[in-house]
């Protein structure tokens, strides 16, 4: 089961036991048991309006923390409270990729939680890259961080008793990957795939080629109702995206 709610820089959370879900949210079968729950919680964060996900493992009340674009004060204090209201250990930093919307409280997380920080080592010459423009972008208060750990596409990441899938999907950044829940068809895609669009491919080390590749290869075999949280803008299915998506026709 998954649930996930959004606010500007804030969460709505719903339980598991809520009654009164609004229409995005899924229950899955009941085959599913308690032990499989993982809850995303989502965060909108800086100027780029960026996505970070909290993803929860119910059962142990341990989560990672995706993709932390929270540069300010309020956008970190944010992500603080709601993790502490929540009783949650954070066990891991993990980066989609390295662009500067998403790394910009990388650095906070980890001086916050001392968790390891894992990324593809394809995409360390872009996060190496962010301090040479993140002035010029408006964070001049940017704090860079060095991952600790590698992610290897086929091998799984643990958060307690959930299990993700590393999917190597570069295109959009040279090191991009996507993580996959198999038992919720679920996927943090970062900014591989949109709803209606895709990522762009102008900034160094993007390829268009390469990312439509990505996606026919890493996404498009998942099936339908799989649920994609990309790195901006609203959640989408693969269903959805295989039908409708004018760059996927």
Do not use: W
């Not at 949109?194 to 491919?201: L, M, V």
């Amino acid at each position: 089961m998954v649930m996930v709610a959004f606010n500007k820089g804030h969460l709505a959370s719903v339980r598991p036991n809520s009654r009164n879900l609004p229409s995005q949210f899924c229950l899955l079968p009941a085959r599913f048991s308690f032990s499989c729950f993982m809850r995303i919680a989502g965060f909108t964060f800086n100027a780029f309006s960026e996505n970070t996900y909290l993803l929860i493992d119910e059962a142990t009340r341990q989560c990672a923390i995706v993709d932390p674009g929270c540069y300010d004060r309020a956008e970190q204090q944010a992500l603080r409270e709601y993790i502490a209201a929540e009783n949650l250990q954070v066990v891991l930093l993990l980066n989609t990729h390295a662009h500067i919307d998403h790394v910009l409280g990388n650095q906070f997380v980890l001086d916050t939680y001392k968790v390891p920080y894992l990324l593809h080592e394809a995409d360390l010459p872009v996060l190496r890259a962010v301090p040479t423009y993140a002035a010029n972008y408006g964070f001049p208060a940017y704090s860079p961080a060095e991952p600790t750990g590698t992610l290897t596409p086929g091998e799984a990441v643990h958060i307690g008793e959930t299990e993700l899938e590393v999917r190597f999907a570069p295109g959009h950044a040279p090191g991009h990957v996507v993580f996959y829940h198999v038992l919720t068809h679920t996927v943090i895609g970062g900014d591989v795939l949109f709803k209606g669009s895709i990522g762009r491919t102008d900034l160094p080390g993007g390829n268009h080629a390469t990312l439509l590749s990505s996606i026919r290869t890493q996404l498009l075999p998942l099936p339908d109702e799989t649920v994609v949280y990309p790195g901006h803008g609203p959640a989408t299915t693969i269903g959805e995206e295989r039908r409708t998506n004018p760059f996927l026709q």
